[in-house]
């Protein structure tokens, strides 16, 4: 009988260990703070300088520069913004970094330019609004060269098969004055392209390409005042 209750308190001894391991597995008696979820930010919506427009209505204007406030709408979630300004005829992007939907940056006259805003906080991801291009108003100015063409397809770098013989070049136009007359096409196989393919009024333009080349190109927009601009230049590869 004494040995009974010995092999019993044994039997219980060792039961109580192996509950009590086995509730090793539950709550954490020091569980550490939940993660925190940041909602990503919205894109925000421009609203001034209009999108292809004249921009008349900067502030302490010289012959050469003027101060000029972009505007655009809060973004949802968002905490700060980051401006992208880029200069058409020289190709320079700035950028501006702004608390508010607001800021006030001086440029120069008679300029063309595009403009973006991104969305930020305090999270990994980003919102970037649309872009817009406008012109900055010039002292007497009556006629405004045509927008810069935005190259397209093929796009810069593009590596195109062996096979292709005709490649389409397509763009687009945009002017203030909203009389564009013709685009040229310049094309070739060095940097800066030279040769004038022809001229078209329309967006696109078929050039014949061969095997182990890379092509340059570029558009040269004209309106109905004789007034020009030219393109970036964009080159694209046949392997």
């Known amino acids: 009988m004494k040995k009974i ?13 192996v509950t009590n391991c086995s509730g090793g597995g539950g709550d954490d008696p020091n569980p550490g703070p ?29 012959s050469s520069e003027s101060d000029v406030t972009f505007d655009w709408n809060d973004a949802t979630n968002a905490e700060s913004y ?3 300004l880029k200069n058409l005829d020289t190709q320079t992007i700035t950028n501006y970094t702004s608390s508010a939907s607001q ?23 980003t919102a970037q609004s649309a872009t817009w291009k406008f012109y900055n108003d010039g002292v007497a100015v009556s006629s405004y060269a045509p927008f810069p ?4 397809s093929p796009e810069m770098g593009t590596s195109l098969s062996a096979s ?38 329309a ?7 061969t095997s182990g080349n890379t092509y ?13 601009s030219e393109s970036e230049v964009f080159q694209f590869k046949i392997d």
């Open 149 to 152: 063409a935005e190259l397209v």
């Open 103 to 125: 800021l006030s940056i001086t440029l120069l006259r008679s300029t063309p330019y595009s403009w973006y805003v991104v969305s930020k906080n305090s999270g990994t991801k």
């Open 34 to 62: 939940d993660p925190v979820i940041i909602d990503p930010p919205g894109v925000a919506t421009l609203i001034f300088p209009n999108e292809n427009s004249e921009c008349t209505e900067g502030a302490n204007a010289t």
């Open 164 to 201: 292709t013989t005709s490649v389409t070049l397509q763009w687009k136009g945009s002017d203030v004055d909203n009389d564009i007359v013709n685009y040229d096409v310049v094309f070739g196989t060095v940097n800066l392209p030279s040769n004038n393919l022809g001229t078209t009024n």
């Open 203 to 209: 967006t696109e333009f078929s050039v014949d390409v």
């Open 216 to 228: 340059y190109w570029r558009i040269v927009t004209t309106d109905g005042q004789n007034n020009s």
């Open 82 to 84: 980051q401006l992208y």
């Open 5 to 17: 209750f010995i092999y019993l308190f044994v039997f219980t001894i060792c039961l109580l260990c």
